[in-house]
Structures are given as C-alpha cells and as structure tokens.
C-alpha cells in the first residue's frame, strides 16, 4: 500500500465520481459540527484487504476523519467482527462510507477468494497467480489484494513480461523464431514464457531455451506428462479456466504456478457493512 | 455508449496500465506490416454488451482498426456464436485484445445478469435497478450495463438524488426535520426517498411527503403490508441483500423497484474469448 | 465550500494561468524573508463569499500565509468594512493577491445579487434559483455562491435533474410521449419538470403527471391565471429573462420558484481590495 | 482561435461539468437517429465572438454535427439576425445547446462591451486594454474577446510582463532600486512598467529608465499634467475604476492606453438564442 | 513509435510549455492563410530519430501541416542532407519549429552517440544498453532513440527488471537471501540480476541462481577473471563510468552487455536546422 | 524554487514513469520498518543545484524522509564534499535515489556549465542567456538552473518575448512592417527583438524602433562592427552557436547578451552519487 501518490490519484477519481457536486442529503440533514463514529463489521468470515486504502479515503474528505482498524490487511476476519473504527466529523463519515467500502468489500472479496485458492494448494509446492483480466483502472489495488490473500503476482502489464502466445508464434513463423526475435528485442532481464498445447511445442520451446512453459487448458493427464517431460528445464504455469477446476487436482500435477483469472476478473464483493452504533 | 470524450478518458487510462511502456512480445514478433483478423466468440450464452467500447479501444490504438459487429448490445447470444470481427494491422489487434475483452466480459456480465433478474420480475409492474455499489472509475459503464441489460439505473452519485438513510435521521432529529431540511436545501426537481425498517417509520415518512419509501431489510410478509400501508402514496422500493432472494417473490409483494447490489459488486465477467480462425 | 479536492483542482488550474513560469516582478523586488500582512477591504456594500477559496489559494502558494477572517461567507459587509487579514511571506501574498480576488470578488457579486433578488421576494413563499447558465469550469462555486445569497440551486447538469423542453416534446411527440419516456428511462428520484408556453400545455403536463411546470416566458396575468389552474397540483417556476423582472410583481402571482439566469451570466464583481496598510 | 489542443482542453472540461453522466431528458425523449438544425439568433444588437468554440463543442460530442456561421468573429450583428445554423443529429445538438450558448454569449458579451469602450476613444491615439481581472480557467478565451472587440491586451500573467507596484517599490526600498532589480533579474524581452501615484514618483520612474508609467486613479487634471511631465519618455497608461468613468475624457488627456478591469470583471453575456425553426 | 495516446500526451506537454498563451510574433506578422515549406537539413553527420514525432507535432498545431520525410529513423544522414520537408500553414509551421527540432535533435543526439558505442563493440558478441539515467518524462522516447541507435533497452522501471544492489543486500543480510525474498515476492517473468563487487560476490550470487551478474566498476583484467569464473553461467553485464572507457576493450573481456548512462543522461543534441529555402 | 504546486506535478510525471507498479527490489528485500541515511556526494568539482527538487522527491515518496543539505543551490563544490544527507525509512530513499539523481544531475550540470560560460565573460557588461532549446517539460527547471549558475533567462515561451525572425520579415513584407504589426498586436510591455544577418537590416531595424538587435551568426569583426553601428540605441544579443566560441571574445566585442543553446540543449550531468556510508 505504498506510493501514496499512486492511491490519491484512484482515490480521488472514486470520489469525484461519486459525489458529484456534493452529498445533498448529508449536506441537508447533518450538522457541519456534529461528530460521530462507525464501525466497520464483517458480515461474513474473509481475509481483509484495503485498510489503509479506507483511511485515505476518508483523509481525503476530511483530514480530521481517522481510521483506527484492528485487523491488518490480510488477517482472517469473522462474521461479527469489528474490523475498524472510523470516527470524526459526521458529514465526512457518512459521504465517504460508500466508497470506502467499495474499495474494502472488492478488495477483502479478491482476498478471501485467492486465500481459498491458496489453500486448495497448500502442502505442494504450486503458487497462485493472477492474470490481467482486472477491472481497468484497478489492476494496481487488485493485484495488491492477491498479494494479500496469498496470492503471488504474474506481470503487470505487457511491458514487465515476455509471453509468447499462439499468434505470436504463427506471426513469427515458429516457437523458435518468435524465441530468437523476442530474446534480442527485449531487455535481457526478463524471462522468456511460451504458451503451448501440445507436447511438440513443449520440446520446441525448451530447446529454443523458454524459461517458462504455460499449460494451456490440457487435461490433468496431460499437464502430469508436460511437467515430467519439461523435468526442471523451465518453470510450469498451468492456464485456462482454472477458476472452475479442483487446483488442489492441478497443483499435484507438479506444476509450478497455477494462473487464475476468476481471482480478478469475476470478484464477489465481500459482505461488510458500516454500523454507527455496536 | 454517447459521449466519446467520456468514453476516450476511460479507454485511455485501461490501456496506459495494460500497455506500459510497450508490448515487448507483440513488438518484437509481429511485423509492423503485418494484418490480420479475429473473431470475438461466445463461450457461454448471455447478454453482450459494451461493442461501441471495443471499437473504440482498437481505434485509439490503431485508426486502422475495425470492428464489424454481428450483434448489437443488448442482444442475447448463444454459446458459440460469433459476435464481432476485428481486422487490421496486427500488431494493434493483439496488443489491445486484453483491454477489449476486459471491458466487454465485465459489461457483458452485468448485462446478462441483470437480464436474468429483470426475468425473475416479468408479469409484474417491477423494475430492477441497480446501486451506487460499482467498481470505482467504471459506473458510468456499469450503469450502462444495467440498462443494456434491461434494468433502470438507480441516482448516478450523491448529488443526482435525496436518499434519506437512518443516519441522517438521527442527525436531523427525526423523519419529518430530515425530510424538510432536504426539501429546503436540495434542488426542487429531485425526489425525496427516505430508507425505513417498520411501519411507523412509514407512516411518519408518508405523513411528511416523501416521495419515495425503501423497505429496508423487510421479510416478504413485512414488504406485502407495507405496500399495502403506503397504497400508492408513493414509490416503494424494494433493498437489502436481494441478490440472494427470490426477485420473483419480492415482486409479488407489489412493490415498484428492486435494487440489487449484486448486479455490479459481484460480477462474473461473461466467458467470451477473441479467437484468430474460426 | 466542502471537499477540499475538488477546491483545489480549480485552484490550481487558476495559479498556472496566472503565474505561468513566474512573478517576475516579485521575485526580484521582494525578498524571501519578507513578511507582510495586508487586510481584504470593501469598496462597496455586500454580501461576502468565497473566504475559504481565498484561505486555500495562500496556502496552496506557501503553506505558511495565513488568512484571518471577521466575517463569515454569507455575511453583509459595508464599504469601508475590513474583511479579513492576510499574513505570511510577503512574495506569495503578493503572488497570490489578484487570483484571490478574482475569485473573492466574482462571488461576493453573485451573493449580493441573489441576496438582492432575495429580498424582492420576501414575504412570499416564493423562491429564487439559478439556471445553467454558469462560467464554463466554475458552476461548483457560481452555485455555492446563490445558496451563500439565500437563493436555492436548480439542477447541477443534464444528469440531476429532468426538464423536457419544446424540442424534446416535438422529438417525442407530445408531452404526454414524452413524460412517459422519460419516466422509464431516468431514476424513479428525479422529478420530472416541463416548460410550458400556454394553458393547455399546463393540462395536458399535469394530466400526465408533470411533478414541476416551468411557465416560459408568461406576463403577469398569464402567470396568475396559470397559478390558478395548477391550483397545486405541480411546483411552478417562472423563468425567461427574470433578470429584467420586477421578481417582487412575479413572486405574487404565486409562483413557487423564480429562476434568474442573470445571477450567473451577468456577474458585476464586487469592489474589494487588498491593502497592505489600514 | 488557433491551437486546437489549448481549446479542447477547456471545451471538455465544460462538456463534464455540465452533461454529468448523461443528458436524461434528450436521451430518453429524442431518438437517436433523429436530425434536426437550429439557428443561433441575437436577440440584442452587439458583436460576436466564440463561433469557433461552438462550432468544436459541437464536433467534440458528435463529429456529425456541423456549424454553418453568417458571420466572422467580430462582426457586428443585430436584433434579430441569424448568426450560425447548427445541423446533425439532435440528440447532440440539444445536449451541446447549454455549454455553446455560455460561451457564445460571455465572449460575444466581452466583445461588445469592449467594442463600446475603444468607440468612446476613437479619434485619439489611445488604446483600451484588459487586465488579469478575468474569470479563473477563462483568461485565454476572455482575452481572446477583448482583441476581437477591437482592444488589446495587457500582459497575460504575472510571467510575461514587468509591473512594479506599490508594494514592490516599499519592499525593495525604491522606485529606483525596484527597476533596477527587476532590470537584473528579468529577460531583456520585457519592458519595466511601474504604477505612480504622484508626480514625483513620475520623476524618479522615468529617471531610472522606466519604458511604461501607470497612473493610478488620477483625476483628469493629474492624469493631463502626467502626460505633459513624461511628455513621450515613456507609454502612459490610466488605471483604476476606469469602467465607470469617461473613457473619451481620460483618452484625450494624451494617455497611450487605458486599462478597464470590468471588459472581463463584469461581463453581461449578450442575448442570443438557439432556435429550432425561424 | 507506436501508441499515439502516449505520444500525444507528450507532445501536448511540449506545446503547452512552449507556445504559452499564444506565439505573439507569428500571429502578428504572418498572414492566416499564407502557406510556405521547410527543410530539416542536417549541420553535421548522425542517426536521425524522432521524424513520427515531429510529424506529429505539426498534426496536433495544425491537421493541414504535412511533413514528407526522406529518411526513416534510424537511417545514417550526413552534414548537408535534408532530411524531411514540412508543408502547409505558414503559422503553424513556425510555431511549431522549436518544439519540433527539439524533440529531433535530442532524438537524433541519443541515437548517434548510442550507434558510435555500437559500432565500438562491433565484432563481438556483446550488446551496449541503456539505464535509468533520463531525463524526467522523456524515458520513453529517449529509450526509443537507444533502440534506434542499435543498442537493447535496459529494465523500463522499477517494476519491470529486478536489480539487487548493495544496499539491497545489506538490508537482506546477505545475496542469498536478497535473491529468495526477491524471488518469492516477483513474478516468475523476471529474471534476477544481482550488483557485485569482488569474486566472492559472483561465486554467491551464481550459487543462489542470479539470472544475471552486474559486475560494477570492475578493472578490464577482473572483468576478464569475472567472465572465465561466471563461464556462462548467468549473463554478465558490465557497468560503471562506460562513458569514458574503452567500449572495445570493456567487449572483448567477453561480457554480454555493457550499459552506458551517458547515453542519454549527457546528450549531445545532433545539429539540425529548418530551413525556408534550400 | 517556488511554486510547490508546479513542483509537484513535474516529480510526480517523473515518479509514475520510473515506479511503475512499484520497485520490487526493494519491496522484496528492504524491511519496512528498517530507517537509513545516506549521503548525496559530489564526484567532480561543479555547481550543485537541485536541492529543494531532491528534498521534495522523498517527501512525496514518503512524508517521513528528511533531507538535511550542507550546500545551497548555486553553491561550488569539489570532488568529494558531502552535498546533502538523506534520512529516513530505507524504502522510500532507496526508491527515490534515481529520480532524486536524475533531476539533481541535470541540473547542477546546466548550472556548471552556465557558471564556466559566465566567468568567461566576467570584467565585460556582457550577460549569459539561455534559450528555448530545453528538454520538452522540463523547461522551468532547466531556466532555474540557468539562473542558479549566474546566467539570466532568454524568454520562457514564444508568448512572452517577441523575436523578429527572417521568417516573420519575409512574412511580413520589411523589417518595419513586421515591427509594426507586432506592436500593434502585441501588449505594449514586451519589447520588440529583430534577428538580423547583415548591417543594412540593423539600420532599418533601429529606424523602425527595435529595442533588442539579434546579431546572427556573426564574425567577431562585423560583431564589433554592429555594436558600433547600434551605439546604445538597442541591446545586443549575440547568437548562433556560441556554444562552440570563445564567449569571452564574443563579449569584447561589446554585446549586452550572448545567447547559448548549449547550456541547455547539450546537458553533460554532473557526476553525484547517493552513498550508504560515507
């Protein structure tokens, strides 16, 4: 939650598009001097994220608004807890409540959905990663919540990673080809990922030096014969609609890295409500 | 999908956080001559929508660009069919593939289950409408969504409609002062809705002139009196969890409007994927 | 004069157009050291608005200028009358002092003559509003400035509010075609409003249930006699060039509201001046 | 009216703040397909400005629209005539009406009171310029105006003009030591104006090379003995409260130029209308 | 060159910054519709780079300028050569010159200093690269002119390559375990290079799987003892000063790349003129 | 260094482009609770400048960091003098150290130049001017910079300084048709600047009433001639490559100004390293 000029620059776009030209039925009805406190409570269990971006939030209306929460981000919540305490101003409080926990449920629901990923692989060495299938605009705080569901990130935009995908490689003229080309165009710190479907292409990409392979949809059987084929010789990432498959089945595979884009591109809003008496 | 100087603003922001600085693997493996054609395909049947924003979003990365659309949004699709064509310079179509679906599974999403709820009301006087509970930066296209879908838009933001919720009651003192503290405020071409959970809550809104009532929470038998209570003096509106409920039976209970959160908190992006042959 | 984000983008959007690369003139003349302090002084009788952009214009400058005032906005101040006292490092008062007064003087004119607008009206229920009719980029605070004169706002934009005028009833087909689209289409939270040009325009609106009738541009007598016939039924504003009315003459006809596009479009700044010695 | 990118900039900024999410009474009641014209009308004698403005607030919501202008920028128009003809689709044309008129009628507002002021000075060398009393975010376009009505501009910020006041002059010690400070420190491009109160303070500006004098306030006989003294040393310039007095009395004093704060303080927007059939 | 949005946005930067209020000069002396044609021609020999970004920054002044260039980017020109011909508005054309020339000349500076540093390694297998070192906002297309010149790109951003410095190793307590935390935290695309200063840190490094080996301010003879340790094992960059060296002598010790700050922190803009007539 | 406001907008451009999504090495390998200091060393002797840039650089990284300097901008230093201290969260300072060296770098090399480029012309009348040939959006630095190493600025921007160029003459018919269109368009406090090449338009230059002589492109005889010729009527400015003269013969010939585009156009960055211990 770093980079505080990155989050004010969201932040203020959400209020903007909330507010509008002003809250009128708080303007109305709240006193400017009254001040009050709320509590954000859980209404279902989860893993919380986005604490840090609700305090802003609230800073941003009002700097006399604090946050004081009591769960950090990516602690297990239940259903009944408290997870914070907003108090100050009750104009401020009650015109951020919206966005703040529009930020808070996406984020505690992207969360809680890698955690379960997560767990469905513990005990193997496989990892979780997300993909680019992010709501635009917010790849920046969904990638973050992965991280703090357990989560491990893939790359953030087509600049930070080299994948090389079927087109690429028909555009190119082969696995190898599209290897060679992107190897002497790109910046040399960066790995070479090929996607395949076929075992042929597993052995063109490693032997054209690919330093990751992606599984591209292939059945259980064929994903276990892929990493016994690759053999150590590139990191494994299994794709294609992961989101719908037993990953605990997938991880035993031996696969290192399991992408799924449901973590982020078909999020359930965790349950969280903020009540202004306990 | 009017307003281009809105919609350019979106694309632009998805595509200078998908993009980066550049698409290494598209740059160094496709030839800038190179052109080519894909197909958006439905992977699943829904409701599409957000057409005019994948058209868009090829253009500003390539005026050469063109979609032709098979299909106009709001139409219903089936597994299987092909929805749209893109065609052009190469390089451009796979670089902004990710941003184009990105948009149209979230939008098209929403569309169809917004759909689907509207269906669970058919035969009634009920509409579905949505909330301000949307994924900061992207309501204006969500709330298209919703209305692609077949739903009505709930207020825009905070200042396009008086929503009178428990707390500002308690800060005005009661109903009645609430109520006519934001009549004497607020611009006169706005309703008043007030939020309520009993029947004396009801009555004491009704007797003060509001325009419109939300059954806050209420169980089936509670929302059946209560509209029978207000007969027609004013809206009456359905709230609270409805996601998870039988719009069908919520609907019976005479009450105008349901709003579900749900339509875009917890959206399942539509399985639709760009395809490079048929 | 809430929301503090919103107050400092149109503040700085101001100092960029008036300081460019830099004061030249200050910079070289007045050294770093310096501190001054110079009071805020009426030149005329009015109604004072815009202390706390004032307040925020110093500061966005140099953080260490402070703005005392001895009046609030809202108040009436007279010639001669010192309004507030600025003081910190003379370069940024100096810097500061005619985008300060901009602003300062454009809303205390507004406020002064809504205030005057106002008072022609008192004693009767009858109410002043703005229009659209704003400074492109300063609607936020042209409309803060007719709520500081006691009027009331009218819609923000084309968002907040519905008013079908000639061109949307002969687009729609009549004003009964085109309430009933309208009502489908907006949220139930907006009234509907329709400007009218004679009396069976005003019967055939609030047949169709018309919440407001807008009379366009109607003597006195017809006002009256328009008044009589809604009896009620609708809010009544009166509007077309009211600027030139006698509002007194107007409110007596029973009108509930008046619109007056001059207190925007025709704004006589209010003599104030800095003074750097009393 | 060059430089498309500085134009744009403000023309979207007022699109946004008055469109919103949406123009709900247009959409809902004019079909999409619809096409319409409109003639903007003057509804009072004066000169116009801005037709290049409405005619790109137009092509910026819907490139189909079209303005076909009767007149240039400038031109003098009568009650009654037919300034322009808008054609293209009507959804656009109605929700574009608003912004076009506010800037149509604030510059052509400026143009024509500018173009009262130089009438009043004709037959004398002198000049009327503006100042930097203009609305924030406006000062290009008002400015813009104000050469249109035939007068000239003063400097356009603080950047690019040198003018010592009498704030300047106590903080650097002198007249003499304000220019010569101002000389050191500032482009060789820029000319060193200095305000003067008295005829010994005209003495010591021109002695230390002063190429503009600035009367500030003076009566009639002071500002003819000021022009007598300076006697083509240097430019002499009135200022202060000049839009209330004679302008053809103080031009004839032998003044090179006069300033007038209210051609941009205190504009009357100039009535003129969109009309949908003549 | 490609992602006009990105270039725009740039471009618009540059003439805002340079144009201000309006080039004053060429307003008033050149005719509206006068038209006239320029030459860039080079005043001494170099890569020339930056022709789509002069081309466009004509287009967004004036769409009617159009420049024919004669060169692609990249191409060797020698002193004397024309390289493009600009034609159209006479105004925009000279008001567009120097923002013009000074993208050209920055471009084309970077581009023959970083083809000069090439050609110094020609022969053997080693690449020359950029850095970090850019001047604030022009990374991108001081990059581009790296790549133009011949050389390979370095890491983007901090985000995009993972370098594990000394200070980073401190703070991890040792390059063991600098390399897993960075590995468990980064995607799996990025390789890990890792700053070292002495033998032992190369033998650490390798054991712990650094993907890369920088060695940083190291003499010839312990570069060329680094590369026969490393044997192939990583890549192997040199760094530190390369701007002053010997490039040759730095290749032929057998690293893979050598990256040079110089390249665009100390810019030697390429001389070029327009000319009006040749 | 003034103007916080301006300051911010160009660090945080420079932030953006070189964070990204965020500087994983340091994430992954710095604790965050771990605090550091480190130490801004001059590694050749040259003209710091740049300080409030770099302290502001950590702030907005992160409020916590302090910056303590032992020199002030426009002070000498020599190879080895400790410049500045930073202090605070590691994190932040080992994020920042780039751009905070980029930008202190650039600047304090334009200042050395600018200073080397002074002390030649010390003992004569004759001042160091900059030009418009900056690095696109970093122009108010780059002018800081000149000013901080004793040079005085050229115009900032083609709106606030005119400058006859042979363009604007054959445009404009003459020399003095050209001077008297623009001091008809232009405000009456910028001078009037004409570029000439031979002594016949110096003459028509001075008999027309030019206030500013460019001689272009010059021998050091016809320069000496020129100055003669002019006699005190118009300052003098030199031009055309004096970058590659000797300046200080240039400024015995008795010119006000010599103008160098290579202060800025060719920036040599002065050699500073940011040590963690000293």
Known sequence: MQYRYKLDEII??????????????????????????????????????????????????DPEIRLEAYFDDGDTVEKGDCIAKVSGPAQGILTGERVALNFLQRLSGIATRTREAVSQVAGTKCAVTDTRKTVPGLRWLDKYAVRTGGGVNHRFNLADGILIKDNHISAAGSIGQAIAKTRSAATHMLKIEVEVENFAQIEEALS????????????????????????????????????????????????????????????????ISLKFSL
Chains 1, 2, 3, 4, 5, 6 share one sequence.
């Open 208 to 271: 054209c030096g690919a330093d990751v392979i992606m599984l591209d949809n292939m059945s259980i059987e064929d994903m276990t014969k892929a990493v016994e084929i690759i053999n150590g010789r590139a990191i494994v990432e299994a794709s294609g609609n992961m989101g719908e498959r037993g990953l605990s089945e997938v991880a035993r595979t031996g696969v290192d890295l399991i992408s799924v884009g449901a973590l982020t591109h078909s999020v359930s809003a965790m349950d």
């Open 12 to 61: 203020n776009t959400a209020l903007n598009e909330d507010i509008g030209s002003g809250d009128i039925t708080t303007l109305a009805t709240v006193d400017e001097a009254k001040r009050t406190e709320g509590f954000f409570v859980a209404k279902e269990d989860g893993v919380v994220c986005g604490l840090p971006v609700v305090s802003r939030v609230f800073e941003l209306i």
